[in-house]
């Protein structure tokens, strides 16, 4: 089975980054949909370390903006959702629920913190390439940020948890006013390798 050229068009072709996004607000429960497709990506032993805020008021948005670079701090201020793609370091705590037919799974962490860091980095990538995906099939629009002060963000928001940011994601439905020309992708001889 696959998806039509529609489905296609809709989650890479004709999908873009959003700028700015229209008054339409986000429900929580549409959040909570969000988030019950998302975790079925897949992530390494199924370690499934992203964690994921959602500041959906403006007391929470105002607590975000000392750490926003100046580019990103308008727009972020203005959309209906913004989410804090973190991890937790510690995921492996949760594989003896995640991980169940390998009680041995823990330990591989436990006792390398280089394989820990490096596994809790990459799935948690992953997992908010997930939520990308995830909102632009259920019809939402995102634009991903890197350009804050992860520091600031851990302090504000992600100490109490023990976790980490990664990067943020405006969520609503985009306004199309706000969409940059597309940027040209290489071409599938400069990325790509046959052997
Ligand atoms: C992880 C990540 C971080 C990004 N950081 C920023 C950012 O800080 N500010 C910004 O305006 N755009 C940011 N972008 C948006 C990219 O520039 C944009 O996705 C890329 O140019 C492709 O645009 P398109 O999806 O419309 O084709 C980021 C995108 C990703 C995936």
Avoid at 178 to 186: D, I, K, Q, T, Y
Wanted: charged share 25%; aromatic share 10%.
């Amino acid at each position: 089975m696959a998806i039509d050229d529609a489905g296609l068009d809709l989650l890479f072709r004709e999908a873009r980054t959003h700028n700015k996004f229209t008054d339409e607000p986000v429900s929580d429960q549409t959040l909570h949909e969000l988030y019950e497709i998302l975790k079925f990506g897949p992530t390494s032993a199924n370690s499934s370390p992203a964690r994921f805020l959602f500041l959906r008021t403006k007391e929470a948005k105002e607590r975000l903006a000392p750490a926003l670079s100046s580019g990103n701090l308008a727009k972020t201020m203005a959309a209906p959702v913004t989410v804090i793609v973190a991890y937790d370091p510690k995921f492996h705590e949760k594989l003896p629920k995640l991980f169940p037919h390998n009680p041995d799974a823990q330990s591989w962490f436990t006792s390398n913190d280089a394989l820990a860091a490096t596994t809790a980095f990459r799935n948690g990538t992953l997992q908010g390439a997930w939520l990308i995906m995830a909102a632009r099939a259920m019809g939402l629009d995102t634009g991903a940020m890197s350009g804050f002060d992860n520091d600031k963000v851990d302090k504000e928001f992600l100490a109490e948890h023990g976790w980490r940011s990664n990067f943020l994601v405006n969520l609503g439905r985009g306004d199309w006013e706000g969409v940059f020309a597309r940027s040209p992708r290489l071409d599938f001889d400069e990325a790509c390798v046959m052997l």
